[in-house]
């Protein structure tokens, strides 16, 4: 079976400009999470969605960023406008609805010069 | 609030020898999971194992084992036999209160573990 695929693997951008990232989860997983990593915060949670409808996006850090899950196979973030503070690794997780476990996309390296 | 601890910022450890990995929690909610994932230089997360909080026995795959302490509130992760590749990041997560389904899980520090050949 095929894990969780992310686009683009690795994003520069200039400030300013709309950066979006894309993840696919695993079929069957119902459950799609948006993580952010950075060396001063670690690992933070941004957004959650349960059968495509967002639960929790207490993490989202501004109104610059957002989140759709249009179809059970297809999810998306995206910053507008970029900033450099916004340099991370971003991850997309999925999971069955009665499973515990997590499983990682490959993350999306994003460098905003 | 619920909350992970990883006091290890870092460890060296010989190959072959057994390591554990601290980790401690905070909730007040009866009903949690504990997991630990691994991430390696090249940045993926990989899990490893979990833990819930009913479970009477200690969860295993592997050579990963969980020593969990529930009065203690601690879930370390033992490694037997280490090797090279478990060269890496180790993080120690919990699931917060509610069902599995609508529940996030948040993150520890993590431990970068090193293993000496």
């Known amino acids: 079976d095929a894990g969780v695929i992310q686009s683009p693997r690795h994003e520069v951008t200039e400030m300013g400009q709309e950066v979006t990232l894309r993840c696919k989860p695993i079929s069957g997983h119902n459950s799609l999470f948006w993580y952010r990593q950075t060396m001063m915060r670690g690992l933070e949670l941004l957004i959650y969605f349960n059968n495509n409808v967002p639960i929790d996006d207490s993490g989202m850090p501004e109104d610059r960023f957002s989140a759709k899950m249009p179809n059970a196979s297809f999810s998306t973030l995206k910053i507008q406008p970029s900033e450099p503070r916004d340099s991370a690794v971003y991850f997309c997780?999925?999971?069955?609805?009665?499973?515990?476990?997590?499983?990682f996309g490959p993350g999306t390296r994003l460098l905003v010069l | 609030a619920q909350k992970i601890t990883q006091t290890q910022p870092g460890m060296f450890v010989q190959e072959k020898e057994a390591v554990t990995l601290d980790c401690t929690y905070d909730?007040?909610?009866?009903?949690?999971?504990l997991f630990w994932y691994k991430q390696p230089s090249s940045g993926e997360m990989i899990f490893l194992i979990y833990?819930?909080?009913?479970?009477?026995q200690n969860a295993t795959e592997g050579r990963y084992s969980l020593n969990f302490q529930k009065a203690r509130k601690s879930a370390n992760l033992v490694i037997s036999a280490s090797q090279l590749g478990d060269s890496a990041m180790y993080f120690c997560?919990?699931?917060?209160?509610?069902?599995?389904?609508?529940?996030?899980?948040?993150f520890g520090s993590g431990t970068r573990l090193s293993i000496r050949p």
């Open positions: 997560a919990m699931r917060e209160a509610g069902y599995s389904s609508a529940s996030k899980i948040i």
């Open positions: 833990q819930g909080s009913y479970d009477q």
């Open positions: 909730t007040s909610d009866p009903s949690y999971g």
């Open positions: 997780a999925s999971k069955r609805t009665v499973q515990e476990t997590q499983y």
